[in-house]
């Protein structure tokens, strides 16, 4: 079945530092990839998505590129912020019988001053 | 404004009670999902429905119980609760794509005593 696989947190990083979150995939089909951030004591938000091959997602400085030949979907970001503090989500939908999201274990990341 | 909401944002019963938990979405979206948050922040997903219809339950023990008696609501019933039911209960809609972005609600944190 589908699974996604996450580098294992908490992460914890000076501000301005530079953020890599590793997330690779296993897929039957063609998946749409996704990052969400959970914020404290709230619900997930959308933060990117790419529905194919070597599309780059981004916003509010976050990047990820969908690489079908390493089955990976990283998501990066030159300068973090004390407010980037969250639980980031790395995610797969499949689509069809019910478009389902596939959840990675979730990354902790802490941004100190 | 809310786009997608829950009630309530917490519940604490004791072991054997029966509780619902409700959700209403005002994005115009056929399908909406419950999913389950546990302790270490892993999510699952546990019904989808599209347009009222059941289209995904993921092995959840037939005490959950989600109804849906329009496209906009989607709520979960659970009888005789016991403690490894406690977790953190997120719903989320969305169009009908692989593509779509999955909007969740701000979640209920429900504890079994």
């Known amino acids: 079945g589908d699974s996604v696989t996450q580098m294992e947190g908490p992460v914890t990083l000076s501000e301005e530092a530079f953020l890599t979150i590793n997330c690779t995939y296993t897929?039957?089909?063609?998946?749409?990839l996704f990052w969400y951030v959970q914020y404290p004591g709230e619900g997930l938000q959308l933060l990117l998505k790419a529905t194919k091959a070597d599309d780059k997602g981004s916003n509010k400085g976050f990047e990820a590129t969908y690489r079908k030949e390493t089955t990976s979907f990283h998501l990066e970001k030159g300068s973090v912020q004390v407010s980037d503090s969250a639980v980031y989500f790395c995610?797969?939908?499949?689509?069809?019988?019910?478009?389902?999201?596939?959840f990675g274990t979730g990354t902790q990341l802490k941004v100190e001053l | 404004d809310t786009a997608v909401s829950q009630t309530p944002k917490y519940l604490v019963t004791q072991m054997g009670n029966d509780k619902s938990i409700k959700c209403e979405q005002n994005?115009?979206?056929?399908?909406m999902y419950w999913y389950k948050q546990d302790s270490k922040k892993f999510l699952k997903i546990m019904f989808s429905y599209n347009n009222k219809e059941l289209i995904i339950n993921e092995t959840v023990p037939n005490r959950f119980s989600p109804k849906s008696p329009d496209k906009a609501h989607l709520n979960l019933h659970i009888n005789s609760l016991e403690l490894g039911d406690s977790a953190v209960y997120f719903c989320a809609s969305s169009l009908q794509t692989r593509t779509d972005t999955q909007y969740f609600g701000p979640g209920t944190r429900l504890t079994v005593l």
């Open positions: 995610a797969l939908s499949e689509g069809g019988g019910g478009n389902k999201l596939t």
């Open positions: 897929a039957t089909g063609y998946p749409s």
């Open positions: 994005l115009g979206h056929d399908t």
